[in-house]
């Protein structure tokens, strides 16, 4: 394989919807592993990316909404990976008044964000109450 | 995927609990239920063992911090085994080195409990 088959085998997008309920988390980190994989990323790396999409993922859960999806969108270039994990309402949402989160999942939300920021290069994020979260984060191939 | 959970009595009224598999947002209740349950029974001197744990997140951080919390209160100790790169690197990152015990075979965490 030389070296522009390389580029136009790792350059894509890749879009994955899941239900915003804890057991589908699974199902993002790996399919987001896979993803990775597909990269010039060592183990670790593709690890701490797949850790930092399930917080991402958890994130959205732990909030109090009235989003009821997680949307995955995953960005591949020669020399990282972008990934937007955004919660929002759809069709079928259940529309009601958020609740405040208790202490115990604000200090685990707060664990995942920090964590987020530690294992990727690049973290932006954003919130409102009552509406979906919003978060966008890249790692950089380091070999 | 799914979280193992086994809970065995060991010698100097300390018990081990034995956990395998992925902790995570759906995972990680299990785990805070056994843990709980210990805690609610009296005891306060806690090995957990991460040795087969593949994966953890700050679900499962907190489950810890939680239990950790707890035992605490009441004199106890946890201590951690665990061995996976990855999952030291989590709490290298988090600061939580600094207030579990962690060590690399079950022996060591047994000897260190208070």
């Known amino acids: 394989m030389n070296a522009l088959e390389m580029r136009e085998g790792t350059a894509g997008v890749v879009e994955l919807r899941i239900p915003r309920r804890a057991e589908w988390v699974a199902v993002a980190r790996l399919a987001v592993a896979a993803v990775a994989n597909r990269l010039n990323f060592s183990i670790e790396e593709i690890e701490d990316v797949k850790l930092a999409v399930a917080e991402a993922c958890t994130n959205c859960i732990l909030q109090r909404n009235v989003a009821d999806q997680i949307e995955i969108v995953c960005e591949t270039k020669d020399d990282g990976i972008t990934v937007r994990v955004r919660s929002f309402a759809g069709p079928a949402a259940t529309i009601e008044a958020p609740a405040e989160l208790e202490s115990e999942q604000q200090q685990i939300g707060a664990l995942g964000i920090f964590l987020i920021r530690s294992l990727m290069d690049n973290v932006n994020y954003e919130h409102g109450k009552g509406r979906g979260t919003d978060l966008v984060m890249t790692k950089k191939v380091t070999n | ?114």
């Not at chain 2, 679900?59 to 605490?72: A, C, P, Q, S, Y």
């Not at chain 2, 030291?88 to 988090?94: L, Q």
């Not at chain 2, 939580?96 to 409990?113: C, P, Q, R, T, W």
């Open chain 2, 1 to 114: 995927m799914d979280i193992k959970v086994n809970v065995r009595e060991a010698p100097g009224h300390a018990y081990v609990v034995d956990l395998s598999g992925e902790i995570d947002v759906y995972t990680s209740p299990k785990v805070k239920d056994a843990i709980t349950e210990l805690i609610d029974q009296g005891h306060y001197n806690l090995v957990i063992n991460l040795g087969k744990v593949r994966y953890i997140d700050s679900t499962g951080l907190g489950v810890l911090i939680g239990g950790l919390k707890r035992v605490r209160e009441h004199g106890g100790s946890v201590n951690l085994v665990c061995t996976n790169p990855q999952i030291k690197k989590i709490f290298d990152i988090t600061g939580l080195v600094k207030i579990f015990g962690i060590y690399d075979d079950e022996e060591s965490a047994m000897k260190a409990l208070v």
